[in-house]
């Protein structure tokens, strides 16, 4: 006999654990039977198979509540800070892992809502784009425009992002920022696009707003403010 255990966050954000006995004797090889059992109890958790979604060039991973990332053909689990599947993956997962390690009652429900979502959260981790990162409305499964006039009526979408080099570690500002404070900020542009509270991003011509004018832009600053805290860098009051 053995286990598979599987850490699942609930509703008041405690942990707790969920252990489940196999019997080797009917089911081989081992590995094979190990990501399948893992596969099946996560599909079961959301079967839809909707999510965080990291786009490779080995593929397509969904993250999972355990900080990991799961093929969603094969179920293989790649631990991202080991693998070569991508050049800056790893940090990006590893920001994720950080707001879900956090202990904070915001952080959590902001990734587990998204992981949960009905909608597809999609990470291109194939390219870099330069010092900026961005989050778009509409998943691959709908157009950038069908998405933004969705988001103008306050109905929640998916997304696509779009990550800068975090290893970079400076902003055009000059303020420090780290794999946590930037993945907090995209964050909240995720999950206020999820949840239909992005309408306050356009302009009365539909138009999105740039920059710090926007109070969507506001709120994710003021995340990733909170990211900054915990690492001891200075408030982003610039822009
Ligand atoms: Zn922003």
Redesign the pocket.
């Known amino acids: 006999m053995g286990c598979v255990k599987l850490h699942i966050l609930d509703e008041q954000y405690k942990r707790t654990e969920l252990k489940v006995s196999y019997s080797t004797k009917e089911l081989t090889p081992i590995f094979f039977v190990l990501n399948e059992r893992r596969w099946i109890l996560i599909k079961h958790i959301d079967p839809d198979g909707r999510d965080i979604i990291f786009i490779t060039k080995a593929g397509r991973y969904q993250y999972t509540l355990q900080g990991t990332l799961m093929h969603t053909k094969t179920g293989a689990i790649v631990d991202p800070s080991k693998s070569t599947i991508g050049g800056n993956l790893g940090r990006i997962v590893d920001g994720y892992n950080k707001m879900l390690n956090s202990g904070d009652k915001n952080y959590i429900h902001q990734v587990t809502t998204l992981i949960n979502s009905e909608n597809v959260h999609e990470i291109d981790a194939t390219r870099i784009y330069g010092d900026n990162s961005a989050i778009l409305p509409g998943s691959g499964l709908t157009t950038i425009d069908d998405a933004n006039i969705k988001a103008r009526k306050g109905e929640g979408v998916g997304t696509r992002a779009e990550y800068g080099n975090l290893s970079n570690g400076k902003l055009s500002s000059g303020l420090g920022k780290t794999n946590f404070t930037t993945v907090a900020?995209?964050v909240q542009?995720q999950f206020d696009f999820d949840q239909g509270n992005m309408k306050d991003r356009y302009d009365k011509n539909g138009k999105p707003i740039k920059g710090n004018d926007s109070p969507a832009?506001q709120r994710?600053i003021k995340n990733e403010d909170f990211a900054r805290e915990q690492e001891e860098l200075e408030r982003r009051l610039k822009y």
Request: zero cysteines.
């Open positions: 900020h995209e542009h832009e994710a």
